[in-house]
């Protein structure tokens, strides 16, 4: 594969031209906001954004740019560039320009303590140190060395410890191969030697501590292929009109078709993308493919391809790139739109959330975010007219029904954590089903789920076939897309939302059922099926593959890389298995996280332990993976959640601080419910040094509810003695009944070796799907895999419950 920087240089080069296209094109000057973001930009970015030749696009990347670069999303100000705005006149003031190396270190990490002149005539290069005992997001002591200009017109730049002596001393008086020079007879020689011992290199520290984070600026090249407008054309025949056919949630339906005349013959591809403006800001971009059916009947009869948008009422200027697929041929158009109130006027809320789509919502209102234990009451929310009853479900079995609100139910969700499915279900005079409801209790902030509210539950009257999901992404997932299939045949792919769009009804035998089918951007995937015109409710596809992921090692404890199918036996209960898929999982995302014991015992040892798992994230870690750390003493606190950014995780990582009690079980359990309803490959790392004290959850219920989510935890003990064998005995248990691993070391610098040898098995390991031929029950299933392969031994979960 060719390496992405050699991909993008003709791409940086053809920016470059565009953006003096750009500017005579209407495009306002970019000096502003260069101006401010400069520092920060990349040359990429910077090269993005002198191309948009508009001014509601350059707007839309600076939002999006300071969006990218946000240290805490979830908190409603964006640190970095509050910050950053606030320490500009400092700077200015100070330095004169941005261009300094020393404005953008003021801007990202405050002041210094103290400023140290680096003033040694004849012997070292002028500049200046600067002395920090902590900044924003670094919690250590450093300096920085800036060197001042050799020419008059050139700003101050940052040394960096790796150039060595050889960068600051004049006239080459240092040795190459010396870190530092000579400081003997310079004024403070005694105080510049002891800043240079702090020295650091600015770029990897800011980086490591998230100080400093430069994303993957995807985010840009994709405003590029947002850019449809600019002017109307015609090279593809088509008729555009738009209606707004009703509301929902406050906003207006609006539904552009455009009917197109294709070509001769063959299947039909088109691409359409969009955007939506009012005055100087973008409002949306969107984009679809749609590969409509061909209409029955002589010669190529014109094919109607619909997209759906929710406004606000408002004046719009809409631009829309449709493109031919099959022959290239395209056509722009750009145009205003008045779009109206919904119907009922401004206050009016249309959201349908039924499966007859009569009106009706109902939702439940349940604890998701953490373990739940004992009783607990759940509310079920209702919206409509015409409920007789709202029956409540647990696993399944009917436990009662309200006939009026509140419709509230306490439910019994026994001692110890388990997975449980709550269902409530709203119902007419009649007995027919209007709206319902599912959540899992205990089954994690990470459900993804995809359920088709439309079509109606009814025989299809028109051409038309609404399609409307509901796409509940997991916590910290984009929804990469939806595919929408009109029986076997994919009709249309959404990229945002609203997931909905009117489809083309089939021809009389080509499609009995409506698919639509959700992708993750990080792998994963959810579906709903309806029946078209049987009055029957659709029911999600359910095939029952058993999906586990095995290690293979050899007699020395080494993965093998190399594996072959024949070699590979699985049985359930004892019975072989057919297995239906096995693959190395190469390149498959991983969710990784780090379970750190912060108890008063670890006071010693916890900052090397802070630097191994950083230095195992950096390594583990590609674009696709995600990895969370979890620490614990006598309470259990999620530091980072799931992220793909390594500044976060280090920032997470930095400066714990060591007290209290071990509650080992209680944050297993924790951890393995914030890992509940991923799919995929999954594995914690829990690092303890010492045996469970003040858990609320015993050791028999911890292991049950681990068996139950699937996770592979890997337990690294810290000092753990041989006698008393209870705390060894544990962690190894955890580990072989999960499919992980267990190690023991007696120093903390031991732990690079042992994060080098879990990433090593993770990387190798191989993904094993059957289908089990119990589809009845709900008690543990056993699951032995045995290699056919002299002194080779597989590892993976010793069973599951369905």
């Known amino acids: 594969m060719t390496p992405l920087p050699v991909l993008l240089l003709p791409f940086a080069l053809a920016l470059a031209t565009a953006a003096v296209a750009a500017e005579s094109d209407g495009a306002a000057p970019a000096t502003d906001f260069l101006a401010v973001a400069g520092p920060l930009l990349s040359d990429e970015e910077r090269a993005i954004y002198l191309a948009l030749g508009r001014d509601y696009r350059r707007a839309a990347f600076e939002r999006r740019f300071w969006a990218s670069r946000d240290p805490f999303p979830e908190t409603p100000v964006n640190e970095l560039e509050v910050r950053w705005r606030e320490r500009m006149p400092e700077a200015l003031e100070q330095f004169g320009t ?49 060197l001042a200009a050799e020419r008059d017109d050139e700003a101050f730049r940052l040394w960096r410890p790796a150039e ?156 829309l790139r449709l493109v031919d697929l099959t022959t290239g041929a395209e056509l722009r158009d750009e145009r205003p739109l008045d779009v109206p109130f919904p119907p009922g006027g401004p206050a009016a809320e249309r959201e349908v959330e039924s499966a007859e789509g009569g009106g009706v919502a109902l939702r439940l209102r349940a604890p998701l975010d953490r373990l739940v234990t004992g009783r607990h009451r759940i509310a079920a929310e209702l919206r409509g007219e015409g409920v007789a009853r709202v029956a409540f479900r647990l696993d399944g079995r009917p436990l009662l029904a309200k006939t009026r609100p509140p ?47 439309e079509p109606a539950v009814a025989p299809l009257a028109t051409d038309r076939v609404p399609v409307r999901a509901v796409v509940e992404a997991p916590e910290g997932e984009r929804i990469e897309r939806v595919e929408l299939h009109l ?38 995937a959810a579906e709903d099926v309806r029946l078209l015109g049987s009055g029957i409710p659709g029911e999600a596809l359910d095939v029952d593959l058993v999906e586990i992921y095995a290690s293979a090692l050899d007699r020395r404890g080494r993965p093998i890389d190399d594996l072959a199918l024949a070699e590979v036996e699985v049985r359930e209960e004892g019975e072989p298995m057919e297995i239906r898929r096995f693959e190395r999982v190469e390149g498959r995302p991983i969710h990784a996280g780090v379970l750190i014991d912060v108890s008063a015992s670890m006071a010693e040892e916890l900052w090397e332990a802070e630097k191994a798992a950083y230095v195992f994230f950096e390594r583990v870690l590609t674009p696709r993976d995600r ?3 979890v620490i614990f003493s006598d309470d259990v606190r999620l530091a980072a959640r799931f992220t793909g950014r390594l500044d976060v995780l280090a920032g997470a990582l930095a400066g714990l601080e060591a007290r209290g009690d071990t509650r080992l079980h209680d944050a297993v359990a924790f951890a393995l419910h914030y890992f509940s309803g991923i799919r995929g490959q999954r594995a914690i790392v829990l690092l303890s040094d010492g045996f469970d004290s003040g858990s609320r959850l015993g050791f028999a219920d911890t292991l049950d509810y681990a068996r139950r989510t699937g996770v592979a935890i890997y337990a690294i003990g810290l000092g753990v003695p041989t006698n008393p064998p209870e705390g060894r005995l544990a962690l190894d248990q955890l580990a072989r009944e999960t499919g992980g691993r267990s190690f023991y070391i007696e120093r903390v610098n031991e732990l690079e070796r042992v994060y080098t040898s879990i990433e090593r098995e993770l990387r190798a390991q191989y993904l094993i799907a059957y289908q089990s031929p119990r589809s009845e029950g709900s008690s543990f299933r056993e699951i032995e895999v045995e290699l056919r392969r002299a002194g080779a031994e597989a590892r993976t979960i010793r069973g599951y419950y369905p």
Do not use: K
């Open 487 to 524: 029986g076997e045949h994919r009709a249309a792919v959404l990229f945002q939302p609203p997931w909905s769009l009117t489809l083309q009804a089939p021809a009389a035998g080509r499609a009995d059922w409506v698919r639509a089918i959700a992708y993750l951007e990080g792998g994963g």
């Open 164 to 319: 060595g002596a050889a960068a600051i001393a004049l006239d080459g008086g240092a040795d190459p191969s010396a870190p530092l020079p000579a400081l003997d007879g310079c004024p403070r020689a005694q105080d510049l030697a002891a800043a240079f011992s702090l020295a650091a290199d600015w770029e990897e520290l800011a980086r490591r501590h998230g100080a400093l984070f430069r994303p993957d600026p995807v985010w840009a090249r994709d405003l590029l292929t947002e850019t449809p407008a600019g002017g109307s054309t015609a090279a593809l025949a088509a008729s555009i009109e738009y209606a707004f056919p009703g509301g929902r949630g406050g906003r207006t339906v609006v539904e552009g078709t455009l009917v197109v005349l294709p070509p001769g013959d063959g299947e039909l591809a088109y691409r359409l993308e969009g955007e939506v403006v009012q005055g100087s800001s973008l409002v949306e971009s969107f984009r679809y493919r749609l590969d409509p059916l061909r209409t029955p009947g002589p010669g190529s009869p014109p094919v109607p391809l619909r997209f759906e948008r929710l406004l606000p009422a408002g004046n719009y200027l809409i631009a």
């Open 98 to 146: 941005l261009e300094d190396a020393r404005a953008p270190v003021l801007l990202l990490a405050g002041r210094p303590r103290a400023r140290l002149a680096l003033d040694c005539p004849g012997r070292l290069r002028p500049g200046e140190i600067w002395i920090y005992d902590s900044a924003d997001r670094i919690r250590e002591s450093f300096a920085l060395v800036f």
């Open 627 to 629: 990895a969370a750390v």
């Open 407 to 453: 419709y509230e139910v306490e439910f019994d969700f026994g001692a110890a954590p388990r997975p449980h499915r709550v269902e409530a279900v709203a119902i007419d005079a009649r007995g027919r089903e209007l709206a319902r409801d599912l959540v899992v209790v205990n089954g994690g902030p990470h459900r993804f789920s995809l359920r088709l509210v």
